[in-house]
């Protein structure tokens, strides 16, 4: 894993120089919209509560856990635990993520292994990772044309092809279950707090997040669970702290030096300056960024909590 999120980082610096055809391409997006939910309350005390509930997570590695020191299965565990605690039930979690899957591979798999189907229909609640691999495979495949339009239309035919790709994903899970709420993350940085400064990044992650949310909403019930400045600023909470980093990244260099630094750091293992990312890879995020992601799951279930529910509405 290492050596892939080298390879990113050289997309990165590349990015860095010449920026001009990502922030082309990234004129004709929409930014991504930002939840704007506020905390939900736990079900009424006269709800009857389901005995058991029938968790599936699908998706990339985010959801198989990678980076969880724990080796609890990341978030998959942590919300198992949160959602027996909270509501006094028993939570089954079944796990169908792989680490390095596109969107097209999570429903090749989909399609081909019985069991998966099977858990899938059986399913009181879907939570799912996507769209990550699909991104980091588009930048790579294209980070090298030098021609701004060419890169501004190869760009715009990738984000069109996951779109698609995303549409039979979406068609499959509901083939297998119509009715239970999809709860899928977001997409973030995990380079963000050494490249602050790299708009383009940041831009790039924004419009491929809203194109998911904009296509999930087409299968609801779904509910887009937005971890991106959560996991992309860390504990870099705050505007001021932010623009720190943003400071600190300028007055480095402007070029490759600062960014040469910053690879230099991020393949250095037990380093990482994002609190919420995993220092054995650097990209992932360790058992605290689960917890994190974690909770931002559970305050969005707590908002549309018909999986939880015995019985209709």
Do not use: C
């Amino acid at each position: 894993m290492r050596k892939a999120v080298i390879k990113i980082l050289i997309v990165i610096v590349v990015l860095a120089a010449g920026s001009g055809g990502l922030l082309l391409w990234q004129q004709h997006q929409s930014p991504a919209r930002q939840s704007t939910e506020k905390a939900a309350p736990l079900v009424h005390k006269k709800t009857q509560i389901k005995k058991n509930v029938n968790l599936i997570a699908l998706g990339d590695s985010l959801t198989q856990g990678v980076g969880d020191q724990k080796k609890n299965g990341g978030y998959v565990g942590i919300i198992k635990s949160k959602i027996e605690k909270n509501y006094n039930t028993t939570v089954h979690t079944s796990n169908y993520g792989v680490a390095g899957d596109r969107s097209d591979q999570i429903l090749s798999r989909l399609k081909s292994e019985k069991n998966f189907q099977s858990q899938l229909k059986s399913a009181d609640v879907i939570v799912m990772t996507v769209g990550g691999n699909d991104l980091m495979q588009s930048l790579q495949k294209n980070i090298f044309v030098a021609n701004q339009s060419e890169f501004t239309r190869n760009m715009n035919q990738a984000n069109q092809k996951y779109v698609t790709k995303l549409t039979k994903l979406f068609k499959a899970v509901r083939h297998y279950n119509p009715h239970a709420p999809i709860f899928l993350f977001s997409v973030y940085n995990p380079f963000y707090v050494y490249f602050a400064n790299v708009d383009t990044i940041t831009a790039s992650v924004n419009s491929w997040n809203q194109v998911t949310k904009e296509k999930m909403d087409n299968y609801g019930p779904s509910y887009f669970v937005d971890i991106n400045n959560l996991m992309s600023h860390g504990q870099y909470t705050t505007k001021k702290a932010q623009q720190q980093l943003i400071k600190q990244d300028k007055q480095a260099n402007t070029g490759a030096t600062s960014q040469k630094q910053a690879i230099k750091v991020m393949s250095e293992k037990n380093h990482n300056l994002n609190d919420y990312i995993s220092t054995d890879d650097n990209f992932h995020p360790n058992h605290l960024g689960y917890i994190k992601m974690s909770d931002q799951l559970f305050k969005t279930m707590q908002h549309h909590i018909s999986w939880i529910r015995e019985g209709n509405e």
